[in-house]
């Protein structure tokens, strides 16, 4: 099973930027999909951003298109969400996962493994 780990969220003024990692336990994580998701209070869990680790384009939600970016590291096992021009309604908590058909879906039900999450705050 693989273990997923988040990190690199925190707290930033709009219009700042944070870059989150996610770390995957080993190299199984290359035949998966992976998505980025996040979820503010009261509200469902949201698509973020996708790419298949075989390669492919990404897949962004349209409120994120053009500020944030995901990419790969082989050698790691770690995925990325660089995220920039910060704006309050990015808050919340954000998680990565991964999809072991190799599928990059908005639907996160689809996903079989997640990571424990880490809190993103925009200040105005």
Not at 4 to 31: F, N, P, Y
Not at 75 to 84: D, E, I, P
Request: with cysteine; net charge neutral.
């Amino acid at each position: 099973q693989v273990r997923l780990v988040e990190s690199g969220g925190g707290l930033v003024q709009a219009g700042g930027s944070l870059r989150l990692s996610c770390a995957a336990s080993d190299g199984t994580i290359r035949k998966y999909a992976l998505g980025w998701f996040r979820q503010a209070p009261g509200k469902e869990r949201e698509f973020v951003a996708g790419l298949m680790w075989s390669g492919g384009r990404s897949d962004y939600e349209d409120s994120v298109k053009g500020r944030f970016t995901m990419s790969r590291d082989n050698a790691k096992n770690t995925v990325y969400l660089q995220m920039n021009s910060l704006k309050p309604e990015d808050t919340a908590v954000y998680y990565c996962a991964a999809e072991r058909a190799g599928i990059v879906s908005g639907d996160h039900t689809q996903y079989d493994y997640w990571g424990q999450g880490t809190q993103v705050t925009v200040s105005s």
